[in-house]
């Protein structure tokens, strides 16, 4: 097999392919892929790939490789010098190479940030779930699940050769260090989440791009929204926070105040609030933003925006300036009604040009709610209609991803209204629910660790800081925090959502009200959590997938959650699927020490141990009303003693100033090396 040998690989130089890992969007595994699809697919095009070939993703600095046989090579991407054995050559253009030449790849000039390779026949890799794209915090896909380095060794894949082609002048992408960004209006924006001022500013704005971005998220410097909400309410203390739901990748994510454009990396669940999406045919900018480059967001109406299939003059990438009329002047919601039965307000709210998150009833924590969330995607998922591409449900409401060239927005909500009014009553619910009985090492080294970390590198003063454990105690009125305890190893925790922070990563309430512990979320978000770190945000409990940001307040930590080995077998995962947990799986604690933990670790690690105890069962919602209704006194007791808790907390932050004094925090923070791989360039 004909192989090329990484010389030199550069900062970051991965192995991509398009469009990624398509269609596990609900269990957070992420689509990564080419951050600038369109140069990647461009580089394809040029060579006579298929545009889902295999090709390389370079960060600011391109590789220098040697080809042990005569092929064809293309350089497309931001402007960069580039040679082959020694000449200098075009970029976006094929070009030969003869076996022992190299092709030598250097630095972004100065527009742009990624670079991409193409190579005639495409490259191998490793295949995971679909797709060879690279996803390096979930050490999957590419070369052996990470960037590449010197000394590497990577092999042609030996797709048909076709027709190489010169790329126009008129198909190249425009690059600028004054961005240009088409997005459309929602899901979230005035005037529930936003003023109408906010709106008006962040659509006025040129946001700086800071360093601390990567393909998780493109991290922008601007104005402090004015908020149309005091609070989050059971979601958490800041306006910004929400009950958990699905993201689209491009969409302007405030987490706190700070506002950060999700990448093909980034995750798929959440509960921060996004005022506007870019179009699927924009997004190949937030792969060629740079730091210290501005971008302008842009209005456009979702019916209007380019074909995300186009490479050509009607993808409108080749101008700087994106051509608009305006955006839609509906908010982001494109229509409501309500339930079969009358009680229940269902909200269509626009994300981009190729998703609609469907919205079930008022900002609060009702199963209830979930339930109809799951028949709706039943009733979905049993026709499955073409373009249709992903399904991804939240708390309280299920974001639906399609292909926007076959089936529009307006006619999604058509169909999407007509499938709500056959929906079965939420109360009839009954789901298989497994009872998953996993090890907890309380108040982990490791998470001390991470609180550490922010301490030194993010900010020192935040109100959960030193000691997240204090905090949940703080917040919810506790004696102790010997009661956080025993109502954490108490509590039954029902899943309602995967992928909270990746790979499987459950979103999960007590059933029992009395032991729903709310908290608020890091502001700004911490840049690294330990891998299955076990936090709590909001009313929900997560568990960490694996190394990356986050924002829950931490309790402990545990095994893993997604099987590393797959398709090779570990202790308690399904061998048809790397993830541990399923939708309304219930999650007990045991307790263990830190030390017998990183035993139970390795042991998973290893594919051995008995650390995950699972027993069938099912989840009834008429069961657990009845449950609800014989205890109603004592629930409404301790809720109100919590919420009076942190209604003083919330007191106490504004006369520190707290709600102001964040503002400031996303322009110095200190960066990850494991995740700003800006940060590490720059």
């Given amino acids: 097999m004909a192989t090329i040998t990484v010389l030199r690989a550069g900062p970051l130089t991965t192995i991509q392919d398009w469009p990624g890992r398509v269609g596990y969007w609900k269990v957070g595994v992420p689509p990564s892929g080419p951050m600038d699809d369109l140069s990647f697919r461009l580089a394809n ?22 080809f042990d046989e005569a092929t064809v090579v293309a350089v497309t991407g931001a402007p960069a010098t580039v040679t082959i054995a020694g000449r200098q050559v075009s970029q976006w253009v094929p070009h030969p190479v003869e076996a022992g030449d ?81 997005v459309t209006i929602g899901p979230h924006s005035a005037p529930e989440f936003f003023t109408e001022e906010d709106i008006e500013d962040l659509l006025a704005t040129d946001y700086e791009v800071h360093f601390n971005s990567d393909r998780t998220g493109i991290r922008l410097i601007g104005p402090q929204p004015r908020w149309a909400r005091g609070d989050g309410g059971e979601a958490g203390l800041h306006p910004s926070n929400i009950h958990d739901n699905a993201y689209s990748v491009g969409a302007l994510d405030f987490t706190g105040d700070t506002p950060i454009l999700l990448g093909p990396d980034g995750p798929s669940l959440g509960g921060f609030v996004c005022p506007v999406t870019s179009t699927t045919a924009e997004r190949w900018k937030l792969g060629q933003l740079k730091p210290g480059d501005t971008v302008r967001f842009v ?40 339930t079969a039965d009358g009680t229940t307000e269902v909200t269509y709210r626009r994300s981009g040009d190729d998703n609609i998150l469907v919205e079930y009833g008022d900002m609060r924590l009702d199963l209830a709610l979930r339930a109809r969330v799951h028949a709706l995607s039943e009733r979905i998922d049993a026709e499955r209609p073409a373009g249709l591409i992903d399904l991804t449900p939240g708390i309280r409401s299920l974001q639906v991803k399609a292909d926007p060239d076959v089936w529009s927005q307006q006619t999604m909500l058509g169909w999407l209204t007509e499938c709500e009014s056959q929906l079965p009553a939420a109360e009839d619910l009954v789901v298989p629910s497994r009872t998953v009985s996993l090890p907890l090492s309380w108040d982990d080294p490791a998470t001390r660790e991470a609180i550490e970390r922010y301490m030194l590198g993010v900010r020192s ?66 840049t690294w959590t330990p891998e299955n770190a076990v936090g709590i945000g909001g009313a929900y409990m997560c568990i960490y997938g694996m190394e990356g940001p986050g924002g829950y307040q931490f309790v402990g930590r545990t095994t893993q959650v997604w099987n590393h080995r797959h398709p090779l077998p570990a202790p308690g995962f399904d ?15 045991y307790p263990v020490s830190a030390e017998e933990l990183l035993d139970m670790r390795a042991d998973v690690a290893a594919g051995r141990g008995d650390s995950v105890r699972i027993t069938d069962g099912s989840f009834s919602l008429a069961e657990h009303q009845r449950f609800l209704d014989a205890n109603a006194d004592d629930i409404a007791a301790a809720r109100t003693s919590m919420e009076q808790a942190r209604a003083e907390e919330r007191e106490r932050w504004s006369r520190s100033g707290e709600f102001a004094a964040t503002v400031h925090l996303g322009d110095d923070m200190g960066a990850d090396d494991q995740m700003v791989e800006q940060g590490r360039v720059a």
């Fill in 45 to 66: 095009a040029a060579v006579g790939n298929p545009a889902e070939a295999a090709g390389l993703e370079a960060t600011m600095i391109g590789p220098s490789l040697r």
């Fill in 102 to 182: 190299v092709l030598d790849v250097g630095a972004a000039t100065d527009l742009g940030m990624r670079i991409y390779v193409a190579v005639a026949g495409g490259i191998d890799a490793d295949d995971l779930l679909g797709s060879k794209s690279t996803f390096t915090m979930g050490r999957f896909g590419g070369h052996h699940g990470r960037k590449l380095a010197d000394g590497d060794q990577i092999a042609k894949e030996g797709l048909p050769a076709g027709v190489t082609r010169r790329i126009l002048t008129d198909e190249q992408p425009a690059f600028t260090h004054s961005w240009q960004l088409g």
């Fill in 299 to 338: 209005p456009v109406r979702s019916e209007q925006a380019a074909s995300p299939a186009e490479t050509g003059l009607a993808r409108r990438a080749c101008r700087v300036d994106v051509l608009s009329t305006g955006g839609n002047a509906d908010h982001g919601i494109l229509g409501r009604t309500t």
């Fill in 461 to 526: 003063d935040a109100p959960w800081c030193p000691w997240n454990i204090e905090f949940i105690r703080r917040m919810n009125g506790l004696g102790s925090v010997d009661d956080v305890h025993r109502i954490v190893f108490d509590a039954n925790y029902l899943v309602l959502g995967l992928g909270d922070v990746y790979l499987g990563a459950p979103v999960a309430v007590p059933l029992d009200p009395r032991h729903r512990l709310v908290t608020t979320k890091y502001n700004p978000a911490r």
């Fill in 575 to 589: 061998p048809e699927h790397p993830w541990l947990l399923r939708f309304f799986d219930q999650i007990r604690w």
